[in-house]
């Protein structure tokens, strides 16, 4: 739950990419606890060996979604889709004089190709949920028996995407397209009440963050926990208006 409202998730299908990670597993948690049934990807050895344990609610998949043929693959089978939530990604900073192409197109790949190629794929899986739904003589609900057509997508860009930061452009600029991507998506699939939405959040605190910046206020960065609560909300039926928004979980930084 989120703040004590009722999402709805109960027995509704989930996909989260890149889910092993500080914010993944916040979001697999939340996701779990609200009632949802999770598909987690998974790429790395490293990955792997910090992965839960498989149950009848969380199935993992070990998928490079950065391969169109592999991601199409993961969503084929899903005839019960009812959300997709996207957080895998990476980070780079460097003055622009330092930044070959194959680092600027490294951040594009990892950032913006992966958040496009779930959306698409997710996209396809809503639409078959949906009309499996209906042929079934319900109303359209994706997973759960719910009488709510369509489904719900949500990516994860970051702050400098909307507020510029020098001595990152490469990373901006990928976060921006996953913007970007989140927007004209949500325009695309509005009247198919797929509603898609991305979360933006600045530097969170995670013992890797803490690390790196030791003098920082740590009490100023949002918690991982935090931000995973922001994602179930918009990844649930509870969210039934909001769509095509970059949503700020800046913390008080």
């Given amino acids: 739950m989120a703040a004590g409202l009722p999402l709805g998730l109960d027995g509704r299908r989930m996909v989260v990419t890149g889910g092993t990670g500080f914010l993944g597993a916040a979001v697999v948690r939340a996701l779990l606890d609200a009632g949802a049934s999770c598909d987690v990807t998974w790429h790395s050895d490293s990955e792997g060996r910090h992965l839960p344990p498989a149950s009848d609610r969380l199935r993992l998949h070990r998928v490079d ?3 169109e043929q592999e ?9 019960d889709l009812w959300a997709s939530v996207h957080l895998v990604g990476a ?15 490294s951040m594009f790949r990892t950032n913006a190709l992966t958040a496009f190629l779930c959306c698409r794929e997710a996209v396809r899986a809503i639409r078959r949920s949906v009309e499996r739904a209906a042929g079934a003589g319900g109303e359209g609900g994706a997973g759960g028996g719910g009488n709510l057509r369509g489904g719900r997508i949500v990516n994860v860009g970051a702050r400098p995407a909307v507020t510029p930061v020098g001595g990152m452009i490469a990373y901006s600029a990928s976060k921006a397209a996953v913007a970007s991507v989140t927007q004209s998506l949500a325009e695309e699939v509005k009247a198919e009440r797929i509603l898609v939405n991305a979360v933006l959040p600045s530097i969170m605190d995670t013992g890797a963050n803490r690390k790196a910046m030791p003098a920082a206020n740590f009490d100023d960065w949002p918690k991982v926990e935090e931000v995973a609560r922001s994602i179930a909300f918009l990844a649930s039926p509870a969210n039934a208006l909001t769509s095509g928004a970059l949503v700020p979980v800046y913390g008080r930084a």
């Fill in 65 to 67: 979604v950065t391969d």
């Fill in 71 to 79: 991601v199409a693959a993961l969503y084929a089978g899903m005839n």
């Fill in 91 to 105: 980070f780079s900073a460097a003055p622009v004089a330092d930044t070959s192409a194959d680092d600027f197109l």
